[in-house]
Structures are given as structure tokens and as C-alpha cells.
């Protein structure tokens, strides 16, 4: 990274808040405050932000009418939205997510907090070079949008609604790690291990199911398969993170040390 600072336009009707936020970020970053949405592309005609700090509710044109007009205009569709809010309903921050937001902070939170989730993000690219591919296939959105939240800060988390499509899938992805769901039209996760296990990349990359039926047959058929966990529906968020990362961790190790024995293999 350069030595010029990073450009962040903040946009909050309170004039109160615009004021606080500069002077908590001022140290780090080069900030434009905004009062409106039209301020905000008055901005852009003259600077372009690393990233746009965005209150949702405003008057007027709020958070959700203005990441509209920026992911619709070529020029500002890359730049990195986030989203500033003390609503903390699950579908403003579903809507927000799928408007194309890269995060949501909620009212109030500290300094670090703030500066972590914008830091993150003009990290991001080399943290996702680095990070485990987790790769989630359900028919409901509405879990694999639970799996995505709960698991893209630690993962590169793909997501896929059609399981019949998961053999196309793998020719572009390569999952450290699956997450089925038990029970789907056409091609249910019982039917997707083998599928997965067939191929040689995959021989022993873990699978978790999400599964509304725990009971003790459909555990002992799918371990059976080659699953290693299990998560009830409806999904714990913290709970699947706390899962993923143990059966990460000990896959990743496995493979570290098969690595580390053909290298010393072929020392000899």
C-alpha cells in the first residue's frame, strides 16, 4: 500500500454525526462528509473514495434509493458501500446486503469497530486470496443468505441454489470445504457425497449437513457417506461458524502434513 491516505466519503443527514465521524477517522483516512445523497455525487464529480460510509435512513433519498444510483452508474459501481444504521431488523439488513453493501455497521460502535470492518475491506483482496473456500448448496435463500453472513469474514463463501449444478460449479471453484443441505429437490446432499467423493480433489474434503431431521438414521446414512458434522435447521449462526472452523482447521492440518511428507519424500 501506498503512503497516500485512503479517501472515504461519509454521508449522514446529522450534521452532529458527520462532525464526530471525521474527527474519529480524520488520523487515518482522508474524509468528505455529506449531508444528502446529492452532496454525495457532488463529491464524486471531484474525488473517488476508497470506500462511502452510508447512513440508511435519511430524508429525502435514503441509504437504500442511493446505493441504487451507485451500483447502477459504471463509475461508481466498484467503490465499497457500508452501511451506517441503528436498524437492526434482519430485512433492512437483508435488503441493504442485496443492493450491493459489502457490510453493515450498526449504531452505536466504537472507533476500532468502525476502523476493523473499513480496514477489512481495503484488505480484502489479499485476505480472500488466503482465506479457506467454503462452498454452501441449498434451495432455500434465505439459509444459504445465513450460511454467507455467518461465515464471509473468516471464508471465501460461494453459494449455490441448484444442486444438480455442482459438478459445473467445481470446474471453477475449489471448496476447502461443502455445506449441504440434507434434503433438496432432485438431488438431495445424500445424493451430492458421493458425487463430491468421486472426484480425487475431494476424496476427503469436509462435509457439514444442514439437516431439519436429526435423527439418529439419517446421521449414522450420511456418516456413513463421508460427512463429518451436522447443524440443525434453523441454522445457528454461531454455531455453524464454531463447527466450520473446527473441521477446517483439522482438514487444512491433514493437508498440511501429507504436504510436508511428499516433500520430504522427494528429498531422499
Known amino acids: 500500500m501506498s503512503n497516500q491516505r485512503r479517501k472515504i466519503i461519509y454521508v449522514d443527514d446529522v450534521n452532529y454525526s458527520l462532525i464526530a465521524i471525521k474527527n474519529r477517522l480524520k488520523d487515518r483516512y482522508e474524509v468528505y462528509p455529506a449531508q444528502s445523497t446529492e452532496k454525495m455525487f457532488s463529491l464524486l464529480e471531484n474525488i473517488v473514495p476508497d470506500l462511502i460510509l452510508l447512513d440508511i435512513n435519511m430524508p429525502g433519498t435514503d441509504g437504500f434509493e442511493a446505493i441504487k444510483r451507485l451500483k447502477s452508474n459504471p463509475d461508481y459501481t466498484e467503490i465499497p458501500v457500508i452501511f451506517l444504521t441503528g436498524n437492526r431488523e434482519r430485512s433492512s439488513v437483508v435488503k441493504g446486503m442485496g443492493l450491493g453493501a459489502v457490510d453493515i455497521v450498526f449504531k452505536p460502535f466504537s472507533d476500532e469497530k468502525l476502523i476493523d470492518r473499513i480496514e477489512y475491506q481495503f484488505n480484502i483482496d489479499e485476505q480472500k486470496a488466503n482465506k479457506p473456500i467454503i462452498l454452501a448448496v441449498d434451495d432455500t435463500p434465505s439459509i444459504l443468505k445465513a450460511v454467507h453472513e455467518a461465515l464471509r469474514y473468516n471464508y471465501n463463501v460461494y453459494t449455490l441454489p441448484k444442486p444438480e449444478a455442482l459438478k459445473e460449479t467445481l470446474k471453477l471453484v475449489t471448496p476447502d470445504m461443502f455445506v449441504l443441505d440434507c434434503n433438496m429437490p432432485v438431488l438431495s446432499g445424500f445424493d451430492l457425497i458421493p458425487v463430491i467423493r468421486s472426484l480425487p480433489a475431494h476424496e476427503e474434503t469436509p462435509i457439514i449437513f444442514l439437516t431439519s431431521e436429526g435423527t439418529m438414521d439419517n446421521m449414522s446414512a450420511a456418516v456413513e457417506l ?43
Open 226 to 268: 463421508g460427512a463429518c458434522d451436522f447443524i440443525l435447521k434453523p441454522v445457528d449462526e454461531k454455531l455453524l461458524l464454531e463447527k466450520v472452523e473446527l473441521n477446517i482447521r483439522h482438514f487444512m492440518t491433514l493437508r498440511l502434513i501429507r504436504s510436508l511428507n511428499v516433500k520430504d519424500k522427494r528429498s531422499y
